[in-house]
């Protein structure tokens, strides 16, 4: 199959949807060039006594202690766990003696192969001229400010490319330093558990005996990674390091921060995103109990108090007036008939094409079989359990800010914009995210904490209410797919054409090229509306993923054909594939009978560089569908930590539930009309399925993600499973608006 | 290989000025209550009674429950004249079946039972906070809503 064509229209967004990852090609980078910058990062990440930084990405102590700085934040997906696994796994160290640090919102620790990652892939680059390439790279890189936690690229990017580089670096630097010392062939060396051994002398020592020495050494040109059969670390179940702080209630989330003389704010904005706050009435507030400071910023309304029960209390007594503004007046039904229409002007030729390959027109009149559907989905909100908060302190040229951002050092490039105070006097203070899921790769809160700060002058901790959480999030965007499929006399697809809404990214979302359709046309145009778009966990996936595998399950009935089976003839001659859906349907007994009124459904949706197929089960017999279990076959290409794989797996089928019975975000006169979880629920416990996960490690050279892989596949795999229960085909979600009776 | 990098660095300089300077205008109206440490207004002398002591327990209930006539449901419904009323009577709010079917009136006893341990009194009620384990703070939050809705 041609390659897609595809246009593309970078936004920032678009950027971090793609999800670009942080600190890749540094070491590399450095190990390239003359010299080391340990001597400029030191006083950044090895300040304590007797520690001693190798290279950007490992510091060792006079304890032994080996400490891996990892560029990326910690949201629950455990990755400072499996970064350090993949550092450690390089360097022989001894895992009881691995500590993990957070690397600071600092340039130095951005990356080229983000930029490497994100803009060309499939780049095979000659050796020779990979320093030239990753530099170009990194410049650019660094200057996009990129630190960014995101598009499950952590351990396929940063991981792959620099943890595991920066540790086999390390470990190279410090054999030859006791080489040197010892005065033996660096070959007669090895190394285990954070000792230098030579056998034939016994001689061992700790790596810290020989950290100095080691930090001395020039960087190894192209360190050598070990291959799968040498790991120890890398494919282990490694209990994540977090796991205790976060049982016994010691982690610090970003809503944790805490300084002497710190007050609070409550925030409430315009309903109407981009109307302004015209006027506000303060009589009653200004008389509340703990009110310091009452402030109309514009575009929203702050109150400053002792604590933030009372800061809460006086604004919800403030009367605001707003602009009009264009949103006004907009409804849901509205814009979805805004869709629709532009859908039909669209008609058979208009739009942008992403993809085109035959000739579908032709293709489509002489299917013996056409079949024609439209689905519909709603906006949805990221309902992070931390709620959105940030914490800043501006004073005497100089401002701090505390927070959990998927983006450290754009929150510190954001502060130092909005304060206008040179970056090198603002200090960015990153702490756990209590949940990210793309919500927190946005700045909103970073300006209007500053904001806030700047007026006060006094320490200001600004925390959202659920209400403003859910009422001015950046949202999944809502959005219409029309489909036409046709099948010859054998019941073989021969045409695929759509047509949808919006495209955000990644940019393949809405393409199939894995399955073996000869004549494909894919089309999207531009709806604008004035709702902020943000990533929302698999971003566009997560709304082709149920377009797409919900046809493919109408094009397979219309042929008279298994849903599973269909699939296997569309995906003939792509091995790694099929065997990820036969393992799903293996996992699930698909042949096997299930009671009356329960059904099974199968989709398979490959994105984020891992492969997947779930199958999900369902009892329709009572009210409303109750998803009973959910089996998950993936192919990461290598799963480094298979503990927190699984665990990435069964969130995403949890965060996918949710979304597919319940999640919907809508407009009433240019406003969210849900506020809070009554109106947003969220799954209950009792809910949940049982989650099968099995891994497939189909390629340990090309590693995929595993934060967002697991969702696409799931509403379509309970809506598809929802039909062969009940013959009642959804084509919109969320299933609560579904009549099941 | 040149030519792509020569096509991406466009594409990067559109993303940089796409995340560029926001600005950051001062506040339209600041309205300086007091300055920190300063004194605090003073708050409203505390009653003794058992309704003043029900109106400040009742601040464990207001995140979920309003309780003013007419007032909104929030995640809770609202509360105003409870008692007496079958459960799952207020208007538009979307109860648990296990609660509408109940067939319980809240008289006072009844609801001293529930908030006692709701999901213990309602198996299946979606009521997830509650469990007031001391007895005076639960006659004393029930006093309070009473008053009110006889106000």
Redesign the interface.
């Known amino acids: 199959m041609a390659e897609a064509k595809k246009k ?1 229209s ?6 971090i949807g793609a999800g670009v990852a942080a600190g890749g090609a540094l070491v590399v980078g450095i190990a390239v060039r003359p010299g080391n910058p340990t001597d400029r990062l030191s006083p950044l990440v090895a300040k304590g006594e007797g520690e001693k930084l190798i290279n950007a990405w490992v510091k060792i102590d006079a304890d032994n202690i080996v400490t891996a700085i990892v560029p990326h934040v910690e949201m629950g997906q455990g990755i400072f766990t499996s970064l350090a696994q993949m550092l450690a796994d390089e360097l022989d160290a001894d895992w009881s003696k691995v500590r993990i640090l957070e690397a600071p919102a600092d340039a130095k620790y951005s990356s080229s192969h983000i ?1 490497r990652e994100f ?2 892939p499939n ?1 095979e ?1 000659p050796e020779i ?1 990979e320093p030239t ?1 990753s530099g ?1 790279f990194l410049s ?1 890189a660094t ?3 990129l630190q960014i936690t995101g598009g499950s690229y952590s351990i396929r990017g940063t991981g792959q490319r620099a943890m595991r580089t920066a540790g086999a670096a390390a470990r190279e630097m410090l054999v030859a330093a006791a080489a040197s010392e010892w005065n033996v062939p660096v070959g007669e060396l090895r190394t285990e558990n954070s000792m230098i051994l030579h056998d034939k002398s016994s001689k061992s020592a700790t790596f810290a005996s020989f950290a100095a020495a080691a930090a001395e050494q020039s960087l190894p040109a192209k360190p050598k990674l070990k291959s799968p059969k040498d790991y120890k670390l890398m494919g282990k179940a490694i209990a994540r390091t977090d796991i205790p702080e976060k049982s016994n209630g010691s982690a610090i989330f970003g809503i944790d921060a805490d300084l002497p ?1 710190m ?1 609070y704010a409550a925030v409430k904005a315009a309903p109407v995103v981009g109307a302004t ?1 015209e006027a ?1 009435d ?1 009589a009653a507030a ?13 575009d929203f309304v702050a109150v400053v108090a ?1 604590g933030y029960w009372q800061a809460e209390q006086a604004l919800a007594t403030i009367q605001a007036t707003y602009s009009k503004t264009e949103g006004d007046g907009l409804d849901q039904d509205a814009l979805f008939t805004r869709y629709a229409t532009m859908l039909d002007e669209a008609g058979d030729t208009d739009g942008d094409v992403e993809t085109e390959e035959g000739d579908v027109g032709e293709a489509f009149a002489s299917a013996a079989t056409k079949v024609e559907a439209e689905y519909k989905v709603p906006f949805l909100a990221h309902a992070t359990m931390e709620p959105m908060n940030c914490t800043a302190w501006v004073r005497d040229g100089k401002c701090d800010v505390w927070s959990g951002t998927q983006s450290p050092l ?1 929150a510190r490039k ?1 502060a130092a ?4 105070i040179d970056i090198d006097n603002v200090a960015y203070h990153n702490a756990y995210l209590g949940g990210g899921f793309g919500r927190r790769s946005e700045m909103d809160v970073i ?1 209007m904490s ?2 806030i700060a ?2 006060t002058k ?1 320490p200001v901790k600004m925390i959202w209410s659920r209400e403003e959480d859910t009422m001015q999030d950046h949202y999944r965007p809502s959005a219409t797919s029309r489909f036409q499929g046709g099948l010859d006399k054998d019941g073989k697809a021969v045409s695929w054409s759509n047509i949808h809404t919006h495209l955000f990214d990644p940019q393949e979302a809405p393409t199939v090229p894995y399955y073996n359709i000869a004549n494909h046309k894919i089309r999207k145009i531009d709806v604008p509306t004035h709702l902020r778009f943000g990533p929302w966990r698999s971003v566009d996936h997560s709304q082709h993923g149920y377009f797409i595998e919900s046809f493919v399950d109408e094009m397979a009935h219309a042929a008279g054909k298994d849903g599973y089976a269909f699939r296997r003839e569309l995906l003939a001659g792509s091995p790694r594939h099929l065997k990820v859906l036969d393992t799903a349907a293996k996992m699930s007994g698909w042949d096997k009978p299930l009671p009356e009124g329960h059904g099974r459904g199968i989709a398979f949706v490959p994105s984020f560089g891992t492969i997947v197929a779930e199958v999900a089960e369902v009892d329709m017999t009572g009210k409303k569908p109750k998803v009973t279990t959910v089996y998950v076959a993936a192919d990461p290409g290598f799963a480094v930590n298979p503990d927190g794989f699984a665990a990435q797996m069964e969130s995403s089928v949890a965060y996918g539930l949710t979304a597919a019975l319940y999640g919907e975000i809508s407009v009433k006169d240019g406003a969210v009309q849900q506020s ?3 109106d947003y629920p969220i799954l209950r416990i009792n809910e949940m399925p049982d989650v099968v996960v099995e891994i497939i490690n189909g390629d340990h050279k090309r590693l995929g993600g595993a934060g967002e892989p697991g969702l696409p596949p799931l509403a379509p795999a309970v809506t598809n499973a929802i039909f062969a229960a009940t013959g009642n085909r959804v084509r919109e979600l969320p299933l609560s608006k579904v009549n099941f009776a | 290989m040149r030519a792509m990098l020569r096509a991406s660095a466009p594409i990067l300089v559109i993303a940089l000025a796409a995340c560029g300077t926001d600005p950051a205008p001062e506040p339209t109206e600041q309205i300086v209550v007091r300055e920190p440490g300063a004194a605090a207004v003073p708050a409203v002398e505390t009653e003794d009674s058992l309704i003043a002591i029900g109106k400040a327990a009742f601040n464990t209930c207001i995140a979920c429950h309003g309780i003013e006539k007419g007032g909104a449901n929030k995640v809770g419904p609202n509360l105003y004249g409870i008692i007496g009323q079958a459960a799952g009577a207020a208007q538009g709010f979307g109860y648990s079946e296990a609660l509408t079917s109940s067939g319980i009136t809240w008289t006072k006893e009844e609801l001293d039972r529930y908030i006692a341990n709701p999901a213990a009194k309602v198996p299946g009620t979606t009521m997830m906070a509650g469990a007031i384990t001391d007895a005076g703070r639960r006659e004393a939050i029930i006093a309070y809503i009473d008053e009110v809705s006889a106000n």
């Open positions: 593309k970078w936004t920032r967004r678009a950027f930029g803009l060309a780049l680059v001229l390439v170009s650019l200057a996009m400010t003389g007050k706050v506000i303060a200004k008389t509340m109990p703990g009110v310091l400071q009452i402030l109309n910023m514009g002792d754009m954001t914009e909005t304060t206008g300006i500053t904001r700047m007026a006094y809070n979880f009554h």
